[in-house]
T-cell receptor
Framework: NAGVTQTPKFRILKIGQSMTLQCTQD?????MYWYRQDPGMGLKLIYY???????DKGEVPNGYNVSRSTTEDFPLRLELAAPSQTSVYFC?????????FGPGTRLTVT | RKEVEQDPGPFNVPEGATVAFNCTYS??????FFWYRQDCRKEPKLLMS???SGNEDGRFTAQLNRASQYISLLIRDSKLSDSATYLC????????????FGTGTSLTVIP
C-alpha cells in the first residue's frame, strides 16, 4: 500500500495563477482532509470530506475549493493564488480517528 | 481563543531524561485526543491516542484530565531519536470528524 500520496512535492506560483494539488489514498478511507501548516504553527483544516460526493469547509477555506468524486481522490484547487497561501499543504485520510498524512506539498506564491 | 494550546518549548534535555508536555483544550465537548509526532519537514504521524484512563506505550505515557481540560505526554529515558515536534490534537466530535491541532512542542534530546 502506498498510503496517502500527494503531488506535486514543490511548486512556485505567481500571484493570480491557479493550480490543483492532488491527493490519493489507497486505504479505502471514507474521511479525507486538507490542512495547511505555516512556519511555527499548527495544522489548520481547510476542507474535509466524509465520503465521495460530500465535502465541507474547515477553519480556513477561503481561496480554496475541493471535490470528491471518488473515495480515493480529494484534489484541492487554489484559484487566484495570493502570497498568504504560501504554506505546506498536507492531505490526510482516516477510517475514523487515526489520520494518515501524505508527505506534503510545499507551495510558494510570489 | 485557540481550540488547543501547547507550550512551544523548545525543550532541550539530555539523553535518559524524563520530559513532560502539557496541552490544554477549550471545548468541553471534545471527545477524542491524540499526540502526533512531526519530524522536521515531514508529515505528522500518530504517536498515541489518549484515553480517559490514561495509557502507556513503552516509554511514553499519555493522560487526560477532562475536569481541567488538559492532556499530557510523558517521555521516559529520552533517546536521541525522540527529537521532534509533538503535536496535541483534539477531535470535537461534530459531524465530519474535525480535528484541531496545537502548534506543537519542540523537543531536542542532547547526547
Amino acid at each position: 500500500n502506498a498510503g496517502v500520496t500527494q503531488t506535486p512535492k514543490f511548486r512556485i506560483l505567481k500571484i493570480g495563477q491557479s493550480m490543483t494539488l492532488q491527493c490519493t489514498q489507497d486505504m479505502n478511507h471514507n474521511y479525507m482532509y486538507w490542512y495547511r501548516q505555516d512556519p511555527g504553527m499548527g495544522l489548520k483544516l481547510i476542507y474535509y470530506s466524509v465520503g465521495a460526493g460530500i465535502t465541507d469547509k474547515g477553519e480556513v477555506p477561503n481561496g480554496y475549493n475541493v471535490s470528491r468524486s471518488t473515495t480515493e481522490d480529494f484534489p484541492l484547487r487554489l484559484e487566484l493564488a495570493a502570497p498568504s497561501q504560501t504554506s505546506v499543504y498536507f492531505c490526510a485520510s482516516s477510517y475514523v480517528y487515526e489520520q494518515y498524512f501524505g508527505p506534503g506539498t510545499r507551495l510558494t506564491v510570489t | 481563543r485557540k481550540e488547543v494550546e501547547q507550550d512551544p518549548g523548545p525543550f532541550n534535555v539530555p539523553e535518559g531524561a524524563t520530559v513532560a508536555f502539557n496541552c490544554t483544550y477549550s471545548n468541553s465537548a471534545s471527545q477524542s485526543f491524540f499526540w502526533y509526532r512531526q519530524d522536521c519537514r515531514k508529515e505528522p504521524k500518530l504517536l498515541m491516542s489518549v484515553y480517559s484512563s490514561g495509557n502507556e506505550d513503552g516509554r511514553f505515557t499519555a493522560q487526560l484530565n477532562r475536569a481541567s481540560q488538559y492532556i499530557s505526554l510523558l517521555i521516559r529515558d529520552s533517546k536521541l531519536s525522540d527529537s521532534a515536534t509533538y503535536l496535541c490534537v483534539v477531535n470535537i466530535g461534530t459531524t465530519g470528524n474535525q480535528f484541531y491541532f496545537g502548534t506543537g512542542t519542540s523537543l531536542t534530546v542532547i547526547p
